[in-house]
């Protein structure tokens, strides 16, 4: 499994988290890819949450997930899920907020899988699993998106 985090360090609020990523081989089943995360203090964090594992095989990553499904919960309550980034309502909005956290692009027609929320303080699991049961490598990003 392959972990990164990178934070962002401004005069005025000091360091904050901008980016984690997870990647790690999906499973059938109950072998998915689950990474937790925690946002603190008051107010609402806009977020952009992603499946990615069609978009990794432009980077050289052999046996890629061919289509990643995402679900985002709070507890054990599913609050979001998406399944193909480019089919969502939203996903002109889900382009430019990767473009503006500095996620690389994913390609129409790519069958990754992303999410735009806004969320209030607390503590969510995002479950990345592949269609049909399929199986391969994928990673889970998160961005704060400003």
């Known amino acids: 499994m392959l972990i990164a985090c990178y934070d962002g360090v401004t005069a005025d609020a000091g360091m904050r988290l901008v980016n984690a990523s997870a990647r790690a081989f ?8 689950i990474p937790g995360f925690v946002i603190g203090g008051e107010g609402v964090v806009r977020l952009l949450v992603r499946a990615v594992g069609p978009g990794l ?36 909005d889900i382009a430019r907020a990767a473009g503006a956290s500095g996620a690389f ?3 129409q027609g790519s069958r990754d899988a992303t999410l735009l929320v806004t ?28």
């Not at 999906?26 to 890819?33: R, Y």
């Open 26 to 33: 999906v499973g059938a089943c109950d072998d998915v890819l």
């Open 57 to 92: 095989a432009s980077f050289g990553v052999p046996g890629t997930l061919a289509d990643p499904q995402l679900t985002l919960y709070q507890g054990d309550r599913a609050i979001d899920s998406n399944n193909d980034w480019d089919a969502a309502t939203n996903a002109a």
């Open 105 to 107: 692009p994913l390609a």
């Open 119 to 146: 969320l209030p303080a607390g503590a969510y699991t995002a479950k990345v699993s592949g269609a049909g049961n399929g199986t391969g490598a994928a990673m889970v990003e998160i961005y704060a998106v400003p």
